[in-house]
């Protein structure tokens, strides 16, 4: 649950994040205090973000995967597992992907943060360590000087100079005090310490990244833009940076002066630039911070449904019937084909209907609406798409944030394909194309750069979910060595086992009828 809403603050986060970069650059918005202003209260707001979620409750968008049967009987579900227990032949994997993502999550967010509060840790020591100076140059500023720089760094409010500065000329130390004197101002180590937590927190999210180098960037070229004030000079300015640069060294926390990464970019800026730029004022902060929170509350407020799943919702268990015409249900009465052999066989059982898929029991489903039932048994929903005579021609299975649509079919068609699937697994016949289409994925994979045009809708939206893992797990096997086809499984996926230079998988794939990928599996060989 909490990931599910991480997810999904981090994504109402990129949104916003995308809106106001896409605003600033149709209003030709230069001014680097107004930028500045944007983004740090974009940065406030996406830091906001789970709570204002929870001000505009959200109709549940992903269903938690069960472990019921049901889930492991869907031959089109497009699931990839990255790195599973071996298993039967006949049997899936059983994986509780909530608490493996969850876990993964928990994971790199606790290093990330375990890193930050280290570098926290080390440069306190190494402030503490610093002797204090005083002096006009100074001014009243806390300044300190360390033997164990080589750059000037901000650490809270405390200027830290290293030793080399007591040779510094009047001019270069002018320049450095009032370019450390604007970050202390401006309490951007505050901001940036901020913005550090937020993107260990949303790791995940590739706008947290950016929106703290751009946090990073704005800070340095506004307190660029304090010391020319008081160096008018910018060719001076530029050469002191880039002699400070050349020095540089990693900092464990605390906002350096000069990175050799960025001072290329500074230097640039700082040539280009013909006068200052105008601050920001009150009232234009006022208007930059409405401008923000509108979009910041819509971001929130987004509904995540689908048109023909609005009324499904997930079930606990405990969720009421509700009361419709019992005449409606016999419309619904029928066979359903959702893959190319699983059959939905919708039965009447008094005031309710049942759904059993192939392979499975029967498991009652309750009427939440005329057309939308739900199981109490499972996490998962049913929609109907009926006709003008109000008859079924389709239903929707709602089930591990997925929905998948099952055209109705007659008795005769559902057994026709029943029995095609039993025939192909006693001949033990892989499908048409299926070892070529595994080949082709496992090589997209290794070189990261995926076939979505090979895969089904929801198989595609799958792997894009997953692509981070699956790509490291492939790296980490290395070449493949052989694929061998090793039958068919009683619920028709083809089974192959794939050995890597670096070890041994078993992979399951399925091809929808018209060849391409509509589900596949691989773990570790048995």
């Given at each position: ?49 789970p709570l204002l979620m929870q001000w505009h409750p959200l109709p ?467």
């Amino acid at each position: 649950m909490m990931l599910t809403l991480l997810v999904q603050a981090a994504l109402r986060s990129s949104l916003l994040t995308l809106g106001l970069w896409l605003a600033l650059r149709a209003m030709r918005a230069a001014n680097r205090h107004t930028e500045m202003a944007v983004w740090r209260l974009a940065l406030a707001a996406s830091c906001a973000m789970p709570l204002l979620m929870q001000w505009h409750p959200l109709p549940a968008a992903t269903i938690t995967a069960p472990a019921d049967a049901l889930r492991q009987s869907l031959a089109t579900l497009p699931i990839i597992n990255v790195s599973v227990q071996a298993a039967p032949d006949a049997v899936p994997v059983k994986l509780d992907w909530s608490a493996a993502f969850t876990a993964a999550y928990a994971t790199v967010a606790a290093l990330l943060l375990a890193r930050l509060i280290v570098g926290l840790w080390r440069t306190w020591t190494l402030s503490r360590a610093a002797a204090p100076v005083q002096g006009t140059w100074a001014g009243a500023n806390s300044v300190r000087i360390s033997n164990r720089l080589r750059v000037p760094v901000t650490f809270g409010t405390t200027i830290i100079l290293p030793e080399a500065a007591a040779a510094w000329s009047p001019e270069q130390l002018l320049a450095v005090m009032t370019h450390e004197a604007a970050h202390v101002a401006h309490a951007d180590f505050a901001v940036l310490l901020v913005s550090a937590v937020h993107r260990a927190v949303f790791w995940f999210n590739p706008a947290a990244w950016w929106l703290h180098r751009e946090l990073c960037q704005l800070a340095e070229a506004r307190s660029d833009e304090a010391a020319l004030r008081s160096i008018p000079n910018r060719i001076t300015y530029a050469e002191i940076l880039l002699g400070i640069a050349s020095h540089a060294h990693a900092v464990p926390a605390g906002v350096p002066m000069a990175r050799p990464v960025t001072i290329n970019r500074r230097i640039g800026q700082i040539l280009r630039a013909t006068s200052p730029e105008a601050p920001m004022t009150p009232r234009k902060y006022l208007f930059v911070a409405t401008g923000v929170a509108l979009p910041a509350v819509l971001a929130a407020a987004i509904m995540t449904q689908n048109a023909p799943t609005a009324a499904a919702t997930p079930s606990d268990g405990a969720q009421a019937a509700a009361t419709i015409n019992p005449g409606l249900l016999n419309g619904y009465v029928g066979t359903y084909k959702l893959g190319p052999a699983d059959i939905f066989t919708i039965t009447r059982s008094g005031d309710h209907l049942k759904a059993q898929l192939t392979g499975q029991p029967a498991l009652d489903i309750f009427p939440e609406s005329n057309t939308n039932f739900f199981y109490k048994a499972v996490r998962a929903q049913i929609t109907f798409l009926t006709g003008a005579d109000g008859d079924a021609t389709a239903l929707i299975l709602h089930q591990n944030g997925l929905d998948t649509k099952a055209a109705r079919v007659t008795e005769a068609e559902a057994a026709a394909a029943t029995a095609a699937l039993s025939a192909r697994v006693a001949q033990n016949t892989a499908q048409p194309g299926s070892e070529a289409a595994l080949r082709r994925t496992i090589d997209a994979q290794l070189k990261g750069a995926p076939d979505y045009a090979d895969m089904t809708a929801k198989m595609a939206s799958a792997v894009r979910a997953q692509f981070t893992p699956i790509h490291q797990s492939m790296q980490q096997l290395g070449e493949v060595q052989s694929v061998k086809f090793q039958g068919v499984t009683p619920k028709g996926w083809d089974l192959y086992d794939v050995r890597f230079t670096n070890g041994d998988t078993q992979w399951r794939i399925t091809l929808d009828g018209k060849g391409k990928i509509a589900g596949m599996l691989f773990q570790a060989a048995p």
